[in-house]
């Protein structure tokens, strides 16, 4: 991870909850892409807690 992600990701740790989620999701966005579907969506899935169906 770089420093300037570093330091991003300490002050975003630093806002209410919903800002964070907000960010977030703007986060696994820029993922989504940027890399090819199938990889980016088992990232999102263990982020969102869900399960990508096409890992079965």
């Not at 991870?1 to 986060?27: F, G, H, N, W, Y």
Request: glycine residues 2%.
């Amino acid at each position: 991870m770089t420093k300037l992600l570093e330091k991003a990701l300490q002050a975003v740790r630093r806002l209410p909850a919903d800002s964070q989620d907000e960010i977030a999701c703007s986060i696994l966005a820029l993922i989504l892409t940027s890399k090819p579907r199938s990889a980016a969506s088992s990232e999102e899935a263990q982020v969102h807690g869900t399960r990508d169906p096409r890992s079965d």
